[in-house]
């Protein structure tokens, strides 16, 4: 599925980031889940929806994914939890995918509430 498609659908919540890890949007229904608007997210890094413990990790996985060009993590399911707009942490299923658009590497994650399934 394509980074567009993802964002079009309105039944998970899309997250969109560049290649320097900052938001670049997010769909209505993450609005929805998790309290984010698009006008608090677009622009700011996706350590503002990461935990702070988690933080440092994510920072060394995108580090290493930069540097290499590999990353493991990319289309497969990941038990992750993320930070929402409240201050609340929630356990969440992450799918992630890479894609170039516009000549731009672009990231998108569905993240979709634990207590939902």
């Known amino acids: 599925m394509k980074i567009k498609e993802l964002l ?7 997250i969109v980031a560049d290649i320097n890890g900052i938001i670049t949007s997010i769909n209505e ?3 929805r889940e998790f309290g984010w608007t ?3 997210l677009k622009g700011k890094p996706l350590t503002a929806i990461i935990p702070k ?3 440092d990790a994510h920072q ?3 580090s290493a ?3 290499t060009g590999k990353a493991s993590i990319l289309g497969q399911h990941l038990d992750l939890e993320i930070a929402k707009s409240d201050g609340t942490v929630e356990s969440a299923k992450h799918f ?6 516009n000549e731009k590497h672009s990231f998108a994650a569905t993240i979709e509430p634990r207590n939902k399934e």
């Open 8 to 14: 079009e659908n309105k039944a998970k919540p899309v």
């Open 29 to 31: 229904s993450f609005t």
């Open 60 to 62: 060394l996985g995108f």
């Open 38 to 40: 698009e006008n608090e």
């Open 96 to 101: 992630i995918i890479s894609e170039i658009v």
């Open 65 to 67: 994914y930069l540097s």
């Open 53 to 55: 413990p988690l933080r």
